[in-house]
């Protein structure tokens, strides 16, 4: 399991940066609610806003790419965007998002060519009906060629071990959304797909992911009521049943992490 808030080492006062960081101001054009971003080896970055628009920021200029009709209603609204391993080649890009009635959560993928126009939009996935407008989770990320995708508990604790929801699960999944072979529930007969995708489960709202580039250990952040956890999900442990705790544990100290920021 992880942890909780975090203390900055030294101290910095709100707007300093770090020793041996450096801040530029891209542009002057307006993002609105971005909530997260890709980023292409040819320099372009893609970014997600969670009225529904994709841009793209390429020599100075920021344009919009792509609009999904979504909604942005609770904490809903688009979520989560990440580019495919051989996005050079093939141009795609998959973004997580709530559906205009609020009713699911979807996995587009959509074809984005080197003029940022987009060729081709298809549905992988749609995912359990949304009981909340909140704890929607929506972090993707690719590893090794293959798909993670973090789904909230749609505020329903009781669903996040629960092995036929995708609720309050990681998800390990083929590029194109299906399930990897190697899951933990994968052979096991009769499975759903639900059970056959899941990673590890145990989460209230799986916001982010980060793999770490040197260790190549991935980390997951699980937002709190009151703390935030930070979790090694690279491989979950057999002995736990793949469980990292919601909605049974929770942080309750107030010990803060000391965290030495790096460039």
């Known amino acids: 399991?992880?942890?909780?808030?975090?203390?900055?080492?030294?101290?910095?006062?709100?707007?300093q940066l770090p020793q041996g960081f450096t801040q530029k101001k891209l542009t002057q054009d307006v993002i609105n609610e971005a909530t997260c971003m890709a980023h292409a080896a040819d320099g372009r970055i893609f970014v997600a806003e969670r009225s529904g628009s994709v841009k793209v920021f390429q020599n100075g200029l920021l344009s919009t790419v792509h609009q999904v009709?979504?909604?942005?209603?609770?904490?809903?609204?688009?979520?989560?965007?990440?580019?495919?391993?051989?996005f050079a080649a093939n141009g795609k890009c998959y973004l997580f998002y709530t559906n205009q009635q609020r009713s699911r959560h979807y996995l587009d993928v959509i074809g984005i060519t080197p003029a940022n126009t987009v060729n081709s939009v298809t549905r992988v996935m749609q995912f359990d009906s949304i009981l909340n407008g909140n704890?929607?989770?929506?972090?993707?990320?690719?590893?090794?060629?293959?798909?993670?995708?973090?789904?909230?508990?749609?505020?329903?604790?009781?669903f996040a071990p629960q092995l036929d929801t995708y609720?309050?699960?990681?998800?390990?999944?083929?590029d194109n959304g299906e399930p990897a072979p190697g899951n933990p529930y994968y052979n096991q007969p009769g499975a759903s797909r639900q059970r056959r995708s899941i990673w590890a489960v145990g989460?209230?709202?799986?916001?982010?992911?980060?793999l770490d580039p040197v260790s190549k250990k991935l980390f997951l952040i699980?937002?709190?009521?009151?703390?935030?956890?930070?979790?090694?999900i690279t491989a979950p442990a057999a002995s736990k049943n793949y469980d990292y705790g919601w909605?049974?544990?929770?942080?309750?100290?107030?010990?803060?992490?000391?965290l030495e920021i790096k460039p």
């Not at 009709?69 to 051989?86: M, R, Y």
């Not at 989460?203 to 980060?210: A, G, I, Q």
């Not at 909605?247 to 000391?258: A, G, H, M, Q």
């Open 1 to 15: 399991m992880g942890l909780l808030a975090f203390l900055l080492v030294p101290v910095l006062t709100f707007g």
């Open 69 to 86: 009709q979504t909604t942005t209603d609770a904490e809903q609204g688009l979520l989560g965007i990440t580019l495919h391993p051989d």
């Open 135 to 158: 704890h929607n989770g929506g972090a993707l990320l690719f590893k090794d060629g293959y798909l993670y995708i973090a789904i909230g508990d749609s505020n329903r604790p009781v």
């Open 167 to 174: 609720r309050g699960k990681i998800l390990w999944l083929l």
């Open 203 to 210: 989460f209230r709202n799986p916001w982010r992911m980060s």
């Open 222 to 232: 699980d937002v709190g009521e009151h703390f935030e956890e930070i979790n090694d």
């Open 247 to 258: 909605n049974c544990k929770y942080p309750e100290t107030t010990d803060s992490l000391k």
